[in-house]
């Protein structure tokens, strides 16, 4: 026999479509857009500890680690945003002709804001906002170019990457890793 909920759904808590991609090189700075792309996945990930007797229940549990991660695609080369949210592991260069991004050998990042924005027309018209920043993050991996056929249906190639944010420790605990925000709507 199949569960049924007993609620509805409420368009106005929805959330549709993709987002924004900006970052800013610290958190409540100035933002700049990454250009057009998609934000592919976002999450807050916990690893647990327990601290386990031999012959008795686990007498305490908490978080070990955690982080949030940002995974993305963008369609656009721009070396300006690209050195951005690489966080000091490539570098850019741009002539009236030429953009060039260059990498290898550094051993320090730059830890940078990211901020992801979706905006939702609800049912009834109005416009909602979701908004989830975090703090202090750099790139879990370096770019990484997926080329494609010139002849395939979707010939764009895509450029993806994923941050993952750390907790900030000059800020209050339980406040140190990200913030969500959603305009409330009727």
Known sequence: MAYMQNSTISNAKLILGNCKFETAATSGGTYVNVGNGKVTAAGHNITMYDVQGQNGPDPLEGIAD???????????FDGSVLSAIQCGAISESNTSVLSTIVGGGNTQLTQRAFKITNTTMTAAGNTAETIMTVFTATMDNGLQFSFKGDQEADPIAVISG?????????????????EITRTKTT
Request: without cysteine.
């Open 66 to 76: 955690e982080s949030f991660t940002i995974a993305f695609e963008l369609y656009e």
């Open 162 to 178: 994923t941050i993952v944010a750390k907790n900030d420790g000059s800020k209050t605990a339980g406040q140190q890793l990200f």
